[in-house]
């Protein structure tokens, strides 16, 4: 996605924690939503933030701040299935726009 | 597991050939969206439908259209294919696109090799 700039990769250890960053530019928001998409897979539904501060899902938080354009998604506990990408996508009414996604490649 | 399924869910075609791919739902949501998926890239918007014959654009729209004649199908045609357009295809629905979360359910994608 043109608007939104997310690291190509990341590594980490298991049982560590990472933190993804999302940088996005769009007139009009109603929306920041994080995915998951494991390699040939279709990608599915992690977390949804539309006013600012933290949302916490178990292992998985998402931050947002409107007013600088940034979210982040936090991995607790990382765990081996969770090598996979995760895309970063904010919603203009009907439309939702992708960042290009962060692979991340946890390692024993 | 949201009700999803596309076909075909493999396909070869040749340049300059006309493709459809359909997209099928159960869960009588609202939304329908087709993407496209590239290597190393994410998810980029084909056209996507608010409701039965409302339609609008996407990022990439060019080269494709789309028809929605039931709320459960969501028709993608390519009406002369070309390489440019092999990809992964990848259909999804939502309830919304307002307030709420109104997240997106994602069939399980039809990979397009256009010779």
């Known amino acids: 996605g043109q608007n939104i700039d997310q690291p190509t990769e990341m590594t980490a250890t298991e049982g560590a924690i990472v933190q993804i960053n999302c940088t996005y530019q769009t007139s009009g928001f109603n929306g920041l939503f994080w995915y998951q998409q494991h390699a040939g897979e279709a990608p599915t539904f992690l977390s949804y933030n539309v006013l600012d501060g933290l949302e916490e899902k178990g292992r998985f938080s998402s931050f947002l701040s409107r007013s600088k354009g940034y979210s982040y998604l936090l991995l607790k506990e990382l765990q081996m299935k969770d090598s996979a990408s995760y895309l970063c996508?904010?919603?203009?009414?009907?439309?939702?726009?992708f960042g290009d996604g962060t692979t991340l490649t946890v390692k024993p | 597991d949201a009700g999803i399924t596309q076909s075909p869910r493999h396909k070869v075609t040749e340049t300059g050939t006309p493709v459809t791919l359909r997209c099928h739902q159960t869960?009588?949501?609202?939304?329908m969206y087709w993407y496209r998926q590239d290597p190393g890239h994410g998810l980029r918007l084909i056209h996507y439908?608010?409701?039965?014959?409302?339609?609008d654009k996407g990022e990439v729209s060019d080269g494709y259209s789309v028809s929605r004649s039931k709320t459960e199908d969501f028709l993608l045609t390519l009406e002369s294919a070309t390489s440019s357009q092999t990809s992964v295809y990848f259909c999804a629905i939502s309830e919304g696109a307002g307030t709420g979360t109104n997240e997106q359910y994602f069939g399980p994608g039809t990979r397009l090799t256009v010779t």
């Open positions: 996508a904010h919603r203009d009414a009907g439309k939702s726009t």
């Open positions: 869960e009588n949501h609202r939304y």
């Open positions: 439908s608010y409701g039965v014959k409302d339609t």
